[in-house]
């Protein structure tokens, strides 16, 4: 067991019973949202009769695995063999452009050709940064002039790969507040930009959210897919605190899964969402 199984595990295993207020407040507390932990406990109340520790680990690992959909490891690249188009938004602070590069080299690892779009442009420690990770990882990128239209750095960037037959590019937006629609309506704006050469493009829009934050990821994902429809998180900063559990309550609320995890700080401690292993050693 790992994480929030084992420390349920291990707080119920010396008790003659179980005290439900007490273990709905805990598995509140791991923000998996209310829907979850009620679904829990019912399950568990309807056996009438005292619960064991890892009868309550046994009930909250099969709900919560089956929340989850099927694992699609497959790349999906483009049917017509354009370049699938990823958008990679958040708010600060949640590790979306490190992100954006571990991803890139991910499809690199799998012989993809990958071009990344820097249109993060107000803030220019972001482009260092994104620089300095693709020249680490051999990854082609597009920058635009300080505070440049992140639009128009989305459609050079899609036109280099268009041109390059690239099967992948990677856009990696400003962070924003998602409370700020001013910043949320560039985001708009990038999704129309890029549909002029592909209608069909963006094809993923993925959040960031980043584990130890608990249930104001929630709060995040609900704005963000207020703003532009998303299709998946990339969850980040699972070796520290956090385990993810926001991620039941997103995905039940919201109907949005996890694609990929970010487990560690060197570029192969990112990989695409496995549904038993993260039930079973993560979360």
């Known amino acids: 067991m790992a994480g929030f199984f084992k420390n349920l595990y291990n707080k119920l295993a010396d008790k003659a019973e179980v005290d439900w207020d007490e273990l709905e ?23 009438g009769r005292s619960v064991t520790a890892k009868e309550v680990v046994e009930a909250a690992r099969e709900r919560i695995g089956v929340v989850y959909p099927p694992d699609d490891h497959e790349l999906g690249l483009h049917p017509e063999g354009l ?19 571990k991803l890139g080299h991910l499809f690199a690892k799998n012989d993809c050709k990958v071009v990344i779009a820097a249109a993060d442009t107000f803030r220019a420690a972001a482009v260092e940064q994104l620089e300095r990770w693709c020249d680490r990882l051999d990854l082609p990128l597009v920058t635009g002039a300080p505070n440049a239209d992140p639009a128009s750095v989305c459609y ?41 050469q592909d209608p069909t493009a963006p094809h993923l829009t993925l959040l960031v959210i980043d584990a130890t934050t608990g249930s104001n990821a929630l709060v995040q994902a609900r704005e963000f897919h207020k703003a532009v429809p998303l299709d998946g998180l990339i969850v980040t900063k699972l070796d520290g605190s956090g ?7 997103i995905q039940q609320e919201l109907g949005i899964p996890p694609r990929f995890i970010g487990t560690g700080e060197e570029p192969d401690d990112f990989d695409a969402f496995a549904r038993e292993e993260f039930v079973e050693n993560i979360l």
């Open 156 to 196: 050079t960037a899609h036109k280099k790969a268009l041109e390059e037959e690239a099967d992948f590019l990677i856009c990696d937006t400003a962070g924003r507040l998602h409370t700020r629609h001013n910043l949320m309506e560039e985001l708009s704006k990038i999704r129309r930009t890029l549909a002029k």
């Open 83 to 101: 370049p699938v188009v990823i958008l990679v938004v958040g708010v600060n602070g949640t590790g979306k452009t490190t992100s954006t590069a």
């Open 243 to 249: 385990k993810g559990g926001v991620t039941v309550a």
């Open 25 to 47: 407040a805990d598995l509140i507390s791991a923000d998996i949202g209310m829907q979850m932990t009620t679904g829990i406990v019912d399950d568990l109340r309807k056996l």
